[in-house]
């Protein structure tokens, strides 16, 4: 057997290869294709036998096995072809895996999982989050992660969110389908938009609480500012203010000075 190590570039191609055994590796998982016959498309549907599992894009590489009885000669010109086409294999594919790094857990305390096409999974501290992952926290539970570098996101008991989008450094949009959450957000970074059943909340650089407060949905803005839109208003919320909306489908009301047991409950329940 004639081996060559290869470096799996991000592409996808059509490879046209002769018999080869094809063996993917990195640090934790293996990938292998035995035999490779004719032509194959790795990112797709294969046409031979394929175990995909997590491939770690950052020692990645392919070693590809000939048998010494082909054409060796041919088989030089194509094995080139053949190793970009291994760039695909995983069940959550491994470049497209770093690309939707959306951020890391700090703190997790109780039951707090997270969810991504039909499976949920328990976070525990330096667990990572995806974007398009839903995050939930339990009853007496809670929730601290980064967003990329710098943005700090604080969930409180029985949170939903889902990260729609994310860009690090370059904002993206949640939606805050349940309980409270703590948004702190410097300015150096992207605006971010938070969706919620109740308005859109559009965040520049601030510190914000939004969720449940005195039986309603509360915006507060610890330092900065943030616009909350619904049912066709839209107000802009300075520090210190905060802004109610006691149902889906009512507006933001003029935003007003919340006292300081309201402040503090408001962060109690994330922090």
Do not use: C
Not at 98 to 123: F, I, M, R, W, Y
Not at 198 to 208: A, D, E, H, K, Y
Not at 215 to 224: C, I, L
Not at 235 to 251: H, L, N, P, S
């Amino acid at each position: 057997m004639k081996a060559l190590r290869i470096t799996v570039p991000q592409v996808t191609v059509w490879a046209s290869v002769l018999q080869l055994d094809v063996v993917v590796r990195s640090d934790r998982y293996v990938h292998h294709i035995l035999p490779v016959p004719g032509r194959v498309k790795v990112a797709g549907r294969v046409s031979s036998p394929l175990r995909r599992e997590a491939l770690l894009p950052a020692s990645a590489y392919a070693i590809l096995k000939a048998n010494r009885n082909k054409n060796m000669k041919d088989l030089d010109r194509r094995l080139f072809v053949a190793s970009l086409a291994l760039a695909g294999f995983s069940s959550r594919p491994a470049f497209a895996q770093a690309d939707n790094v959306a951020g890391k857990v700090d703190e997790a305390v109780g039951l707090v999982t997270a969810e991504s096409k039909g499976s949920q999974k328990p976070l525990a501290p330096q667990a990572t989050v995806f974007i398009g992952d839903t995050v939930a926290t339990g009853s007496a539970s809670k929730l601290g992660m980064k967003l990329g570098q710098e943005t700090l996101l604080r969930l409180g008991e029985l949170a939903r969110i889902k990260i729609d989008r994310f860009l690090v450094n370059a904002g993206g949009t949640i939606q805050l389908n349940a309980g409270p959450m703590l948004l702190d957000k410097p300015k150096t970074t992207g605006p971010i938009n938070v969706r919620s059943p109740f308005g859109l909340i559009s965040v520049r650089g601030t510190r914000l609480f939004a969720g449940p407060s005195k039986g309603v949905f509360g915006v507060f803005v610890v330092n900065g500012a943030v616009t909350v839109a619904a049912a066709g208003r839209t107000v802009t919320v300075q520090e210190g203010f905060g802004t109610d909306i006691a149902r889906r489908g009512a507006a933001p009301t003029t935003p007003t000075r919340w006292g300081e047991e309201r402040i503090r409950l408001a962060l109690a329940s994330v922090s």
